[in-house]
């Protein structure tokens, strides 16, 4: 059984900046992409960001495209996301998740193992 444990949630004012982690447990973390999603509130989850298995190709929203940034290090199985520029609307609990396989997934049916969630609330 995978578990994905995230961190690094808060509390910022707009235009600030947060990094969330996700630690995965299991052995063969870099065979699988892995994908950020946020759910705000009334609001069906939508997909962030996600990252090849590698770490050499990465996609995101065009809400987010050139504020976040997803990195991973496969050597302490560990995905990030690095956001910059928050606006109010960044406000949601945040889930990391891992892929059916290497390649990345927009989609939330493309993974199959996810966090409990972090909050970030972005002040105006």
């Known amino acids: 059984q995978v578990q994905l444990v995230e961190s690094g949630g808060g509390l910022v004012q707009a235009g600030g900046s947060l990094r969330l982690s996700c630690a995965a447990s299991?052995?063969?973390?870099?065979?699988?992409?892995m994908g950020w999603f946020r759910q705000a509130p009334g609001k069906e989850r939508e997909f962030v960001a996600s990252?090849?298995?590698?770490?050499?190709?990465?996609f995101y929203a065009d809400s987010v495209r050139g504020r976040f940034t997803i990195s991973r290090d496969n050597a302490k199985n560990t995905v990030y996301l690095q956001m910059n520029s928050l606006e109010p609307e960044d406000t949601a609990v945040y889930y990391c998740?891992?892929?059916?396989?290497?390649?990345?997934?927009?989609?939330?049916?493309?993974?199959?193992?996810w966090g409990q969630g972090t909050q970030v609330t972005v002040s105006s």
């Open positions: 990252i090849s298995g590698s770490g050499g190709s990465s």
């Open positions: 299991g052995r063969t973390f870099s065979s699988y992409a």
């Open positions: 998740a891992r892929a059916v396989d290497w390649n990345i997934k927009t989609t939330s049916s493309g993974y199959n193992y």
